[in-house]
Structure formats: structure tokens, C-alpha cells
């Protein structure tokens, strides 16, 4: 009888942590796009860093660019941003993605908004690790789309 509680016992704890481990795998899956990403695109050249925010999305933020000074030595800001009051947040803490979730069925990060600050628009946001374990960032808007690569650095 002793045999069969502890066998029992064993059973149910071993079967208790497979969802948990399951969830952390998840967890560790969907946070591969938290870090530094380096980024050439429209002639700039930036780092973006990929964050997890409280709620479980992801942002990507820009924490430098290349030539971030204008002619006259100051540092230049998000002029064509559409919402005036973020006009004069300075190019290199520009907010780039916001809300991203991860979707576990596809294998790709969605849900969120991408805005590119070079033509001053937003759009749908959808990024993924192809097959070459490169990072692909894809903006939506009206039927039109654009995927960019970036290279995970850090």
C-alpha cells in the first residue's frame, strides 16, 4: 500500500509541473525578441532595444542613431511624428513598436503598431525569426506591407 501512495504521489507531482514547465518554455520563447537590435534602414543607422512591458506585451524603443546631430549640432528630433506632443522627443528614445504579443500558434510576435519615424506613419506590426535566425519586422497599412530585417546583437 505504501508503494502505491508514493507511486501515486510521484505521478500527480510529476504530472503537476509539466504545465508549469510547459509555460516557461513559452515564456522563454516568446521573450527571444527582448534585446538589442542593430537597424539600416532609409540611409539611418540605429540600435533598438526589444522590452517586455508589465502586461506581457513588447516595445522596442531606439537608443542611438548614427548622426543624431543636425547641421547646426543639435540633436535631431521626431519632426514627423503625427502626434505633435511627441515631436520633440529627441531620435535616439523614439518609441518604435508598442503592444506586440506574442502568438504562439504562428511562431511570430503581433497585435501591435510599428511606427516609422523616417516617413512619420504608423502601421500593423508583425515580426518573426525566419529560418536564417534573422529578425524580420513586417508594417501593414491599407492592404500595403514592408518587412525590414534587423540583426540581434545583444
Request: glycine content about 8%.
Amino acid at each position: 500500500m505504501r508503494r502505491i501512495l508514493f507511486s501515486a504521489a510521484l505521478f500527480f507531482a510529476v504530472l503537476s509541473a509539466l504545465p508549469v514547465s510547459g509555460q516557461q518554455s513559452l515564456n522563454s520563447q516568446a521573450d527571444n525578441i527582448v534585446g538589442l537590435y542593430y537597424v539600416s534602414y532609409d540611409g539611418e543607422e540605429s540600435k533598438v532595444r526589444f522590452t517586455k512591458e508589465a502586461d506581457g506585451t513588447y516595445r522596442a524603443q531606439t537608443v542611438w542613431v548614427k548622426d543624431c546631430r543636425d547641421a547646426d549640432g543639435n540633436v535631431r528630433r521626431d519632426e514627423k511624428n503625427p502626434d505633435k506632443r511627441l515631436r520633440n522627443v529627441p531620435c535616439d528614445s523614439i518609441v518604435l513598436i508598442t503592444g506586440l504579443e506574442y502568438n504562439k500558434a504562428k511562431h511570430r510576435w503581433d497585435g501591435g503598431k510599428v511606427y516609422d519615424p523616417t516617413r512619420g506613419i504608423r502601421a500593423n506590426a508583425t515580426c518573426f525569426f525566419g529560418e536564417d535566425g534573422r529578425f524580420r519586422l513586417k508594417g501593414s497599412l491599407l492592404g500595403f506591407s514592408q518587412t525590414v530585417i534587423w540583426e540581434k546583437i545583444e
